[in-house]
């Protein structure tokens, strides 16, 4: 298994739509750790840990969204693991 570190930035008509709940969910499935969060731009801000290939599928997740959200872009960046959080939760 190999751990990594995700941050991804979502864009489009991502908040007001549930999906922060969704993002938490689905990680919390995937059993990743970090945090989701909107920002005051608009986006919904994504930072998780764990296995790559699960959050590979998160990131497919973020692709999809909700079904009240329109996605339009989402960034990512990849970086070391570094076990700093504890769970995933969302942070207002």
Known sequence: MLLAFLQAKVEGRVQGVYFRSFVKDKAISLG????????????VEVKA???KGKLTELIAHLRTGPPRAK???VEV??????????????VY
């Open 77 to 90: 960046a990849w970086s070391d693991y570094s076990g700093r959080f504890a769970s995933f939760k969302i």
């Open 32 to 43: 990743l750790t970090g945090y989701v969060r909107n920002t005051i731009h608009g986006e």
């Open 49 to 51: 840990e764990g296995d």
């Open 71 to 73: 996605v339009e872009r």
